[in-house]
């Protein structure tokens, strides 16, 4: 309950004397004063309560309720010394303050609501369901804090407090939620974020250090198979940051110990190469590699890749997804069984527990924030502890990757293929939907295809959105004799990929789709992609989305149609899609425009909820929080030093349990 934190504060620590009390304030004051008079005024629904009230400045004023004057009158008798909170007005020569919060001043109770800076919760209807009041409610805390405060143990070591003047743990949780000033409420917040970042911190830190720790296959780096793929089957120079990343995964498997790294690379960088290479590595030191991506649709593109790819090199590459004809699959489970298959491309199907691998070696997993942590882990044990490939085409904000990805290695792609030019991107309203569709035709006549993008498939009364298909229908017609072609995640499975097929095939000019191609559909002919009410999709949606053309030589466009009634954050995000292509830059604004609970993947991280800390405005307290914790995981990576006992067992009870970062020692 003491970590049920305010989410704001009255400061009512201002006492005015009721003599310097000014006609027509807008602000509400305090007010100290002794009840020297009470009475009931009127009859009936009209009656009122009137207290006195005499400051020591001589002044007087009124205190008046108009409901519950019964009630509310045997609270108090002449002589009680009063601190009052409210609004003032003044009738004649009188200032009066109506159903003012009020406390009792006296030795044995403090005063909780009036007087000093004011805590307030999150969730007043909430709490008031289960009986409390706001009021109630600091009452409740106080009482805890005035019986248990001094035994609450210390959790971080006396050498990190020290370092980074930190106050004492029991004195923060006593300030933050009745602090004696601003100066003192600003230390006890810093103190408990920096805490609850540490311990954040030392989670990824003992993980990652376990990681380390753990045996993993030793590969032998480029074997023959890797190297004829590189020279031979690929008919492009790799990029420098695509040899990067191949030179840290061949560091990692070479180490003797388990991989677990995360390639970052922004829409079109080569990151599947990256993924094909390493599973050759695999391959090539005696062992299966698997590949595992969140849709089948997705799957099924890499699939045929990966077999373009792998398969020259006399490799057997298999499928396994779902609603495979029982037949099929039980042939693809015997052959990954008994390692006839050397490479296995799969959705979450592959983590089955029917699925036997016979000597897992590698593991890949393609936009890996889709897959929730214990998936992931299962994906893991289907072998002895095989390496772990991890790609994302939607850049994290390095603050966000500090907690959601801080037990991985990083490797950051920032470079495109030779000769891609960066999308040019124009925020256009209804207004020049004509000039759009007159340069959209204008591309169609040199012979390129182009995306048009709903957020919906069917009309919808609620919401006066263009729909997929009408939008289709209506396409069809006046681009007449350019053919238009319909995809969206209502259509059966292969339906989807007959359509898409005809598209990349060139059979398609038009393909009219919803968010179903925001990933891995990779046709280097289009170079227009319209985005229909692009202030309803999301920043990193809306840089997805982008990021299916622009993938051939030809210089490529993204109309952004959005309405012209759009929010401040709407216009915002959607000039920020205007004024860059740099992925890492957009994530970062929209980071500071979502914040980090709703920011995809902290959901299904498995890390902690953050209560006090912010990973966007606190990004310096993280940072030294992460310092610490990892400086101390590395000296003492059991926790067993005297000095860190008090943590241990703090970490011990806080940590996730269910995902095992709590095995310490």
């Not at 997805?544 to 401040?568: H, I």
């Amino acid at each position: 309950m003491l970590r049920y934190y305010p989410r704001r504060y009255l400061d009512r620590s201002t006492v005015t004397p009721i003599r310097q009390l000014v006609e027509g304030g807008i602000d509400k004051v305090t007010v100290v004063g002794e009840v020297t008079g009470k009475s009931q005024v009127g009859q009936g629904r009209k009656t009122r309560f009137e207290l006195r009230i005499t400051d020591e400045s001589g002044g007087t004023m009124k205190a008046v309720w108009f409901r519950g004057g019964h009630y509310i009158g045997r609270q108090f008798r002449n002589g009680d010394k009063l601190a009052l909170h409210g609004k003032v007005e003044k009738y004649g020569s009188q200032f009066s303050m109506a159903h003012p919060d009020f406390d009792k001043l006296d030795d044995t109770k403090a005063a909780l609501d009036t007087g000093r800076i004011i805590p307030l919760y999150p969730g007043g209807a909430a709490l008031e369901k289960v009986g409390l009041t706001s009021r109630a409610f600091r009452r409740l805390i106080y009482g805890l804090i005035r019986e248990h405060g001094l035994a609450i143990p210390e959790v971080l070591p006396e050498s990190v407090r020290q370092q980074h003047e930190l106050m004492d743990g029991n004195v923060a949780l006593r300030a933050v939620h009745f602090p004696k000033s601003r100066a003192e409420l600003g230390r006890a917040i810093r103190r408990l974020k920096f805490e609850e970042f540490f311990f954040l911190q030392l989670l990824l830190a003992v993980t990652k250090g376990r990681q380390q720790r753990e045996p993993g296959p030793t590969l032998g780096g480029m074997g023959p198979l890797t190297r004829r793929f590189i020279e031979d089957v690929l008919p492009f120079e790799m990029t420098g940051a695509q040899k990067k990343a191949l030179r840290h995964v061949e560091q990692d498997t070479q180490s003797g110990h388990q991989m677990n790294r995360l390639v970052q690379g922004d829409v079109g960088s080569g990151k599947t190469v990256v993924g094909a290479a390493a599973m050759l590595m695999a391959v090539d030191a005696g062992y299966q590699a698997a590949f595992m991506a969140p849709t089948e649709i997705l799957t099924e593109q890499h699939y045929a890749n990966l077999r373009g790819y792998l398969e020259p090199l006399g490799l057997e590459v298999r499928l396994l997804i779902g609603g495979q004809r029982k037949k099929l699959r039980d042939e693809i489970l015997a052959e990954i069984a008994d390692g006839t298959a050397h490479v296995v491309v799969g959705t979450h199907a592959i983590i089955e527990d029917k699925v036997e691998f016979a000597n897992l070696g590698l593991t890949v997993v393609d936009e890996q924030h889709r897959f929730g942590v214990v998936q992931r882990a299962r994906m893991f044990k289907k072998g002895a502890r095989p390496h772990a490939l991890m790609m994302t085409a939607t850049p994290i904000p390095r603050s966000l990757a500090m907690t959601v990805y801080g037990d991985l290695d990083v490797t950051v792609m920032d470079e495109l293929p030779a000769g891609r030019k960066p999308i040019e991107t124009r925020l256009y309203t209804e207004k020049r939907r004509e000039d759009m569709y007159a340069f959209l035709k204008e591309q169609l006549r040199e012979g390129r295809q182009a995306y048009v993008v709903y957020p919906l498939v069917e009309e919808s009364e609620k919401l006066d959105l263009k729909d997929a298909e009408s939008g289709a229908a209506e396409l069809a017609e006046r681009f007449r004799p350019y053919r238009v072609d319909l995809v969206h995640g209502r259509m059966l499975a292969y339906e989807k990929d007959e359509a898409m097929e005809r598209f990349k095939d060139g059979e398609t000019d038009i393909l009219v789709a919803t968010t179903v191609i925001e990933v891995g559909v990779d046709v280097p002919n289009a170079t227009v992609m319209v985005i229909e009410h692009a202030e309803r999709f999301g920043l990193a949606q809306l840089h997805q989305l982008r990021g299916r053309v622009g993938r051939g030589g030809e210089q490529s466009y993204c109309f952004l149609m959005a309405d012209y009634k759009q929010s401040a954050e709407g216009k915002e995000r959607l000039q920020a899609m205007v004024d860059t292509t740099d992925g890492f830059l957009i994530s970062e604004i929209d980071l500071k425009i979502r914040g980090a609970g709703d920011f995809f993947g902290t959901r299904q991280s498995g890390l902690p909820d953050l209560k006090i800390g912010d990973v966007v405005r606190d990004q310096e307290i993280l940072g030294e929080a992460r310092e610490a914790a990892f400086r101390m995981a590395e000296s003492d990576p059991e926790l067993r030093a005297p000095e860190h006992q008090d943590a241990r067992r703090h970490f011990a009870r806080t940590a996730p349990k269910s995902l095992g970062f709590a095995r310490v020692g």
